[in-house]
C-alpha cells in the first residue's frame, strides 16, 4: 500500500512539474518585453489578429539607439502569440537583432495546460482591445 501510494504522489509531482508553467508566467514575460519595447516605441500601435485557436499580437516600432541598427530589420517588433489546442502554448518575442544585448530577443515558447492556455488569451484579447 505504501508503495502504492508513493508512486501516486510522484506520478502526481511528475505530473504537475510537465505542466509547471501558468498563464501568469506567460505575462509577467510579456510585460517584461512591453516594457522594453514602450521605452523606445511608447505610442506604438498594435495589429491583432484572430485565427481559429490563436491570437496574434504584433507592434511594430522603431529600434533603439544607433547600436541596434545595421541588422536584418529596419523596426522593432514586438510579437506575442496565444495558441489553444493540442499544443497550447504562449509565444514571445522582440524580434530585432538577437545577437546584440538590449536589441531583441530569441523566441519564448511556454507549453500550458488548456485552462492557463484560456486564461493567457483572455489576457491577450485584452491588451488586443487597448
Partial sequence: MLKQLTGLVIGL???ASAYGQTADDCIAEYEALRGEFRAV?????ADCVQDGPIIS???????PP?????????HWHLEAKAIIGQESACVLMLRGLKD??????????IELPA???AQWRNYLRDECRN
Wanted: proline share 8%.
Fill in 13 to 15: 509531482g511528475f505530473c
Fill in 41 to 45: 516605441a511608447p505610442a506604438s500601435p
Fill in 57 to 63: 499580437l504584433d507592434a511594430e516600432g522603431p529600434l
Fill in 66 to 74: 544607433i547600436v541596434c541598427e545595421g541588422g536584418e530589420w529596419d
Fill in 100 to 109: 546584440r544585448t538590449g536589441c531583441g530577443t530569441e523566441e519564448i515558447r
Fill in 115 to 117: 485552462n492557463e492556455a
